[in-house]
């Protein structure tokens, strides 16, 4: 994995930020700061104007090691500690929401189910074309008629000669368009709830598979789409885990995929502090720079602590995970409903502080609202998050 050259000064969102973090986990920052705003950020406001999928982009990724950090090292993954994977996953997000995306989506969804629960087969199959970024993925579980209740999922698995056929819909799919490997939740048998959910590895070019482009008002340059399965057949061994048994590995997958989307919206925090404090202080009303005025520097303040409180719970989340506690699932709601909300509230007072600056598309942060907003939503509502933390707290989940 690429790193920032030793004795360059690593650049750091802040000395709370970097202090615990070991010298290659700085390096492993730095360097992918650099090359984030180097590489990536001049591109985004283009990508987003024309609906363009960033695909040079995220090739860019792969030499560097960026695409698969935490995938194993023997399919062509950089074999990183969850930490470092955070921190990628982080400073890819300050930039764009989308690179940074396909490297969650990948390693903590789709990768990260096979090398957890994937036969050897299987992962000989897939795992060395997704870490050379010649496989991009998608993880297919939002319905039409719903995406929080994974248990009620309507898109059906029926019973073929040698295989399985599936039938139903998906929608809100990230990377669909240009994925080459979809894992889709369906059902076996709706009656049985999360007893029937099975997860299939599906080929998107197999017959009775019509991906469509979702009009999204943000993120236009992800190609959002809605998935079509028409009597799609897989073979036997299309079987993610056991017939039935999808449910635990969709919650594998989210308990690793709510870690990367926090670390995710703590990058995007950071991006609006970034882009206000030097704002703040070029900016004057009534003879002086707005940043002297003490209703503004409270914002700023607030801005700091929300990221700072969700940076750390992120980074503790990752440094559990790298202790081998394999399931963090209050945990990962802790971090990811408290960095989520921070990227929102970061962003809505980013633009209050630029005033009418803020909704034009000259500057960045009225893109990042409804961008950051998104993440409240995917990966678990902010709702869902509460209901789950409360629960442990109750003792109605344990
Ligand atoms: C930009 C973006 C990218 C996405 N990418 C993907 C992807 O790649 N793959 C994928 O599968 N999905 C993806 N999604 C979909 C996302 O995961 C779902 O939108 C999310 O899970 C919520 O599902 P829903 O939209 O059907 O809302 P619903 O489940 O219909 O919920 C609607 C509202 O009801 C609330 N609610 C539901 N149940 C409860 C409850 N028990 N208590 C309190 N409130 C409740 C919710 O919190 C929400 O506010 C993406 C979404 C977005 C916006």
Known sequence: MTMAPSGSPPPSPSRMADFDLTPEQRQVRAAVREFAEREVLPFVEEHERAARYPSELIRKLVPLGYLAPVLPERFGGGGADVVTYGLICEELARVDWVVASVVSVTNSLVAGSLVRFGTAAQQERWLPGICDGSILTSACLTEPDGGSDLAAVRTRASRTAGGWSISGAKVF??????????????TVDPGKRHRGVTVFLVDPAADGVAISDLPMRTLRRDNLAEIHFDGTVVPDDAVLGEVGGGFPILGAALDMGRFSVAARCVGQAQRAIDLTAPYATEREAF???????????QKIADMCVRTEAARALVYRLGRM??????????????????????????????????????FSSDYEVGRLLLEAKTLEVGEGTSELHRKLIAEHALGVRR
């Not at 799919?173 to 369906?186: F, K, N, P, Q």
């Not at 506690?325 to 809505?348: D, F, H, I, P, Q």
Request: glycine fraction near 12%.
């Open 173 to 186: 799919i990230s990377h669909a368009a240009h994925a080459g490997l979809l894992l889709v939740a369906a």
């Open 321 to 358: 995970k790298d202790a081998g506690v394999e399931r963090c699932s209050l945990e990962a709601s802790m971090a990811k409903l408290a960095a989520s909300e921070a990227a929102t509230a970061n962003a809505l007072d980013a633009i209050q502080i630029h005033g009418g600056y803020g």
């Open 287 to 297: 003879g002086q720079p707005i940043g002297q005025f003490q209703m503004i520097q």
